[in-house]
């Protein structure tokens, strides 16, 4: 039987990512908040119950961990600024997507990944990643991707300096079946690609935009999965 090719090391400079959030993000921290807090008590809070444990992989500036209504929260990024940007009660952990914390196996509900497997080197690394979710997360646990489709974007997904992974909605479902997950729900088309826009950025507009499928079909360049750990997995 083949097996996939060991995950290489990513760059993992805690001060090179800290200057890449500031120069992609950091201007727009107001903005990011409001659009964090509606789609996530418009949306993603749907998939999510009070008592569970959440898990935010890459967590950045932490809008989606801070917000999201949950038991217990766990927040993790290599970024240090990822300490300053979650709140009180966020267990923050500076780990690589690859080796989660040990004691985390078994014990967390939802698993949350947002933008952040485009940044992986290669296969590889998104399978291993993967395995770690996998691991960490209970039997049946929920592991929910938002994720930046290149079949839908083209030559835009390599607008970002750091993307490396070329995904897309097919490629994202194999690697999901092959560590473990079943796929529950799949939106090809979900999300804008960034927050750039001439629009302004305000709740109203979000929730229309989340309400009327004709502008995600329009506008959606993210691709947003919600899938299972299958407990007989090895």
């Known amino acids: 039987m083949d097996h996939p090719v060991p995950p290489r090391d990513a ?9 890449i959030y500031a120069s992609r993000f950091g201007h727009r921290t107001n903005d990011r908040l409001v659009l964090w807090e509606t789609l996530v008590s418009a949306h993603f809070q749907r998939y999510v119950d009070p008592t569970d444990v959440v898990l935010d992989l890459a967590a950045g500036y932490c809008e989606f961990i801070n917000t999201i209504r949950c038991g217990s929260k766990i927040a993790v990024d290599l970024n240090p600024t990822i300490t300053e940007m979650a709140g009180p009660d966020v267990r923050v952990c500076h780990s690589r ?10 014990a967390v509900d939802v698993a949350w990944v947002s933008n952040f497997f485009e940044h992986l080197q290669d296969s590889g690394e998104l399978l291993a990643t993967l395995r770690e979710l996998h691991r960490v997360l209970r039997p049946g646990g929920r592991l929910l991707v938002l994720q930046p489709n290149i079949r839908l974007l083209g030559a835009a997904y390599w607008d970002f300096v750091d993307h ?3 995904i897309t909605d097919k490629s994202l479902s194999e690697a999901l079946t092959l560590t473990g997950f079943t796929i529950e729900t799949m ?9 750039e826009s001439r629009l302004p950025i305000s709740a109203p507009l979000i929730r229309f935009y989340l309400h009327f499928p004709p502008a995600q079909w329009l506008l959606g360049k993210q691709t947003f999965v919600v899938a299972r750990a299958n407990p007989t997995h090895p």
């Open 97 to 106: 997507s690859t080796a989660l914390p040990a004691d985390l196996t078994g």
């Open 164 to 166: 490396s992974l070329p």
């Open 187 to 195: 939106k090809v088309r979900f999300l804008p690609y960034t927050t």
């Open 11 to 19: 760059p993992d400079d805690p001060e090179a990512l800290k200057a």
